[in-house]
């Protein structure tokens, strides 16, 4: 059986420096992430997979800004609220017990654990679980997933939870 580690590793993006970065802040481009997660450029939606993908292996959020931020250039960007959607998930084993492997709307696999945590937020006037994702990004849990989840949700006195990595994360 594998670790969590390990499992992390396997579904990870190859991890970039960016705290090592220090790039020259180089204005604003006109892309903008909408609440759906979908990518658009000066009003025009940006349909082609790879160019997402890319773009999104170096989105980073500082502070309460967005960037797409290189070795030598940072340039701000509009995100409405998360750049990502956990859109399906599943279950892993590992030695550490039973995972929460959520998958986003770019297909990429992340794991609910202590260092990814969910978390709830105000989404339109209601409480929503996100998805704590590397570089200050996150993710929004969507309506079916919230769903399916809490049909396997246990509860105690605070609230109704999911188990993952033996830790419990709240959904509300």
Not at 45 to 61: D, G, H, N, Q
Not at 97 to 105: A, S
Not at 109 to 121: D, R
Not at 154 to 162: A, C
Request: with cysteine; glycine share 4%; aromatic share 14%.
């Amino acid at each position: 059986m594998i670790s969590l580690s390990e499992l992390s590793k396997q579904l990870s993006e190859p991890s970039k420096p960016f705290d090592s970065w220090q790039p020259i802040h180089c204005g604003e481009l006109p892309i903008v992430i909408n609440h759906e997660g979908k990518w658009f450029y000066d009003g025009s939606e940006i349909t082609r997979p790879a160019m997402v993908k890319l773009f999104s292996s170096v989105l980073c959020k500082e502070g309460k800004q967005f960037y797409l931020k290189t070795p030598v250039e940072k340039i701000t960007i509009t995100v409405d609220d998360a750049p990502f959607i956990i859109v399906d998930w599943r279950f892993d084993n590992t030695v550490q017990g039973q995972v929460l492997c959520c998958i986003d709307n770019l297909a990429r696999q992340w794991l609910v654990s202590a260092q990814q945590p969910l978390y709830i937020k105000d989404y339109k006037g209601s409480k929503v679980p996100y998805l704590k994702l590397p570089y200050g990004c996150s993710a929004r849990v969507s309506r079916s997933v919230f769903y399916q989840w809490a049909e396997k949700a246990e509860s105690d006195k605070l609230g109704y939870f999911i188990k993952s990595a033996k830790k419990q994360f709240y959904l509300s």
